[in-house]
Structure formats: structure tokens, C-alpha cells
């Protein structure tokens, strides 16, 4: 499998304070609707779910629909609690699957 690529911004913050986390993953999305030069329907390939935890506790998710861009930008708001690890995992289709984690820090 290539390698994905990620982009992930988890600002560091103080206790109680609301934060941006924003997240994008570099992928085609092909809606399965598109000839290919052949006249042939490129097969549907997109990501159908991302999902957000920290510590283990899902913060954020959502589904997606083949009416999403190219390299899906996600961004979301969340109370600064406490410091923890953020893991951030992608699915699609054909048995697509991707995490990354990145640190939260609370002063």
C-alpha cells in the first residue's frame, strides 16, 4: 500500500479553552460514477468515516458520501480538559484504513 499523507493541527492550549483540531488526508475519492478513457466506471473509492478520540473517548465523527472533495478536510471544536493523546482514524472503502495520533497539551 502507498504511503498516506496527513495534515493534523492539535494546538496546545490552557484548561477550559476552546480549540480548532483540523485534519486532512490526501486521497481521490472516486465516486464510482466516472468513466474512465475506456468508456469503464472507475470503481467507487472513498472514505466513508472519520472518527476523533482522545484518551479513547470519541470527541468527534463523522460519516462521508461520495460528495465529499478530494482529500477530505475536517475541522472541529473541543473543550481543553486535559492533556492526552488524540487519534484520529480514517475508513473507506476496499478496506481502507488509517490512524494517526498527535499529543494535546494543557497547560
Do not use: Q
Not at 486532512?24 to 478513457?37: K, Q
Not at 473509492?45 to 465523527?61: K, M, P, S
Not at 484520529?88 to 497547560?107: C, Q
Amino acid at each position: 500500500m502507498a504511503t498516506v499523507r496527513t495534515l493534523i493541527n492539535v494546538p496546545s492550549t490552557k484548561l477550559g479553552e476552546v480549540i480548532e483540531i483540523r485534519a486532512t488526508i490526501a486521497h481521490v475519492m472516486e465516486t464510482g460514477l466516472r468513466p474512465n478513457d475506456e468508456g469503464k466506471v472507475v470503481p467507487r473509492d472513498i472514505i466513508t468515516r472519520f472518527e476523533c478520540r482522545l484518551d479513547g473517548n470519541l470527541v468527534f465523527a463523522a460519516d462521508m458520501f461520495p460528495a465529499v472533495a478530494a482529500n477530505p478536510y475536517v475541522a472541529f471544536s473541543l473543550r481543553a480538559e486535559k492533556s492526552g493523546s488524540v487519534v484520529f482514524l480514517w475508513e473507506g472503502d476496499r478496506g481502507f484504513k488509517h490512524s494517526e495520533t498527535a499529543a494535546l497539551t494543557v497547560a
